[in-house]
């Protein structure tokens, strides 16, 4: 063997020692050590919503009207009881080509779903107050009348209320909602040109906060983020929230597809593990549910780790600790029952393509 040929066999002697002194890129370890490191990267998110009418006033919702059983909004010159939580869900940091800010992928419908319908509600409920001080105005002012009647809608959050001034307060919320009905509803107004007019001179803005808790005690300040992009119609079931000036240790998407008969782990906030635990309120801790992917297509990882309510936005992670899918849905039987051990997830390679400029090609 010439020298030229030893030296090829000691380079290929030295690789492969090196290859099993130190772990590859793919090499798995124990759930026991991935758990104490991904507890740490696991967050509870919850949104917020806050609506504001014409930047003058901040609305709630304070009562039901007695005859549609619509909800209505009382209206509060200071901003006394903040965001009101709208609902729950997981998300986690995930490592991005940015350095600038921290990104964590949830759901759109854990971002979304929660505030949009309650938002929409209450620009309906405006937009009709408008008409109908319109309506009602006779030789009045319509901007007086339309104040006036917030001042009666208030009455909804006085103490005691009784007698007439009860009365007039519940035939005006019914009569505000029968507007609507009549005058602004898909029904009577299919082209929305009327009831877009009246909710744009109502000008209701919502605002959404994301607030991040992590893993440990419940006095532990949650991070405040806001929505960075989400996927629209057809896209994945995919929101990136983004937060500035914390820098918590990122996941990282699994470079390999899974792949059918995968062992992975569910890490999320299911609502379910909550009920088990008298002290949850004190603490936010993720659980870890443990399965195989089942099916795999495209842009859908099917598992069949136990997943229930809150545990949407749930990274899917391989034994070598990375992402490879996140969850968006559980099935349902026909009569709607759920299906905990049988949910669907959206696969690491899809997600990318919400927000492709965070992640490279």
């Known amino acids: 063997m010439n020298l030229s040929n030893q030296v090829k066999s000691l380079a290929i002697l030295l690789t492969l020692a090196l290859g099993a002194a130190c772990p590859s890129s793919t ?3 124990t759930w026991e050590k991935l758990d104490k490191r991904l507890k740490g990267q696991v967050l509870n998110v919850r949104p917020g919503l806050k609506l504001r009418l014409r930047d003058q006033y901040w609305c709630y919702v304070s009562d039901l009207s007695p005859k549609y059983r619509f909800p209505v909004y009382c209206v509060l010159k200071d901003d006394t009881r903040g965001f009101q939580i709208m609902g729950y869900g997981t998300a986690f940091p995930i490592k991005t080509a940015a350095r600038d800010k921290t990104y964590y992928v949830t759901d759109r419908h854990v971002a979304g779903d929660t505030c949009g319908p309650v938002a929409a509600e209450c620009a309906r409920f405006f937009a009709a107050t408008r008409l109908y001080a319109e309506q009602t105005a006779f030789l009045k002012d319509h901007e007086a009348r339309f104040n006036e009647l917030l001042q009666t809608i208030n009455l909804s959050i006085k103490p005691g209320l009784a007698g007439g001034e009860r009365n007039h307060y519940q035939n005006t919320v019914d009569a505000i909602w029968e507007c609507y009905e009549k005058n602004l509803s898909l029904r009577a107004d299919p082209s929305r040109v009327r009831f877009l007019k009246y ?3 109502a000008r209701v803005n919502p605002i959404i906060g994301y607030f991040l808790h992590p893993a440990g005690p419940a006095t532990i300040p949650a991070i405040e983020a806001t929505l960075y992009k989400e996927g629209g119609d057809g896209d994945p079931d995919i929101a990136i929230l983004t ?3 914390v820098h918590p240790m990122p996941l990282e998407f699994d470079p390999l597809p ?8 569910v890490v999320g906030y299911p609502v379910a593990s909550d009920q088990l635990d008298k002290d949850s309120e004190k603490y936010y801790a993720p659980t870890f549910t443990t399965g195989r992917v089942s099916r795999v297509t495209p842009n859908t990882v099917q598992v069949d780790a136990p ?3 809150g545990s949407s936005g749930s990274p899917v992670v391989s034994v070598r600790g990375k992402v490879v899918a996140v969850v968006a849905q559980r099935a349902k039987t026909k009569s709607g029952a759920e299906l905990t051990n049988f949910a669907g ?3 690491a390679s899809a997600v990318k393509t ?8």
């Open 27 to 29: 090499a798995v370890e």
């Open 199 to 201: 909710a744009q001179m």
């Open 243 to 245: 937060a500035p000036g």
């Open 258 to 265: 899974a792949s059918e008969g995968q062992e992975i782990q």
């Open 307 to 309: 997943v229930t309510s």
């Open 345 to 347: 997830a959206i696969s």
């Open 354 to 361: 919400v927000a492709p400029e965070l992640f490279g090609k």
